[in-house]
């Protein structure tokens, strides 16, 4: 069983849509991460949160330390948001991945 | 903004050659590592640096080495290609005086080893 998991694997939705990816792990961390990566490869950080929740334009991250879970929340959904969307989380100084979510998002 | 490069977007290479794939940041991070993302599985990390000359094994370093003779690049050498090193190799950068803080990837390399 992996270290993170996410779910679900593979997500599309509608423009406008509101969208929520789950990141669920099994090991004491220090931190969380939201990473997106583009197609062709590239990936850019989002988020790194240890507690509660952190807000970025039409992106919300959430984290439950207890129940070890976070969330992530697209508001708005738009095509320019289909990307895959990568967990990880720093343990104890490394980090491990979950393997993405791929979101599709159609006009 | 930090900018991490990588020599190639796009590499096929023939079993038994040496491959190099190169890295290079320019915000003078301390730390900087490499990791291959393969479908199902996730980014794995192969090797990191905290400091030039110094390298550290990830969880997968077997067929791999690497070299930090610079702070600003990070070489990551397959010293004898296989088919199963066929893979996405992401490098990143990142600054912390201890652990692994926000990392910053570059664009990657894919790589067919045929």
């Known amino acids: 069983k992996n270290e993170v998991e996410q779910s679900p694997q593979n997500l599309t939705a509608q423009e406008g849509e509101f969208i929520t990816i789950n990141c669920s792990y099994s090991v004491g961390i220090s931190a969380l991460h939201w990473l997106q990566q583009h197609p062709g490869g590239g990936i850019v950080s989002l988020f790194m949160?240890?507690?509660g929740k952190k807000k970025h334009g039409r992106l919300i991250a959430t984290i439950n330390i207890q129940e070890k879970h976070s969330s992530l929340h697209i508001t708005a959904s738009h095509p320019r948001d289909s990307a895959v969307y990568i967990c990880?989380?720093?343990?104890?100084?490394?980090?491990?991945f979950g393997t993405g979510t791929r979101l599709q998002v159609f006009p | 903004d930090v900018k991490v490069t990588q020599s190639s977007r796009y590499l096929v290479k023939r079993t038994g050659e040496k491959v190099f794939l190169e890295c290079v940041q320019d915000m003078d991070h301390e730390n900087m590592f490499w990791y291959r993302q393969d479908p199902g599985l996730g980014l794995r990390l192969i090797y990191f640096s905290y400091d030039v000359k110094m390298k550290e094994k990830g969880d997968i370093p077997e067929g791999y080495s690497v070299s930090r003779e610079k702070k600003e690049r990070f070489s990551l050498i397959l010293e004898s290609a296989s088919t199963n090193q066929t893979s996405m190799y992401l490098c990143a950068s990142s600054t912390t005086s201890g652990g692994f803080y926000e990392q910053y990837f570059g664009p990657g390399t894919r790589l067919t080893v045929t």
């Open positions: 990880a989380v720093r343990s104890p100084d490394k980090l491990i």
């Open positions: 949160l240890s507690s």
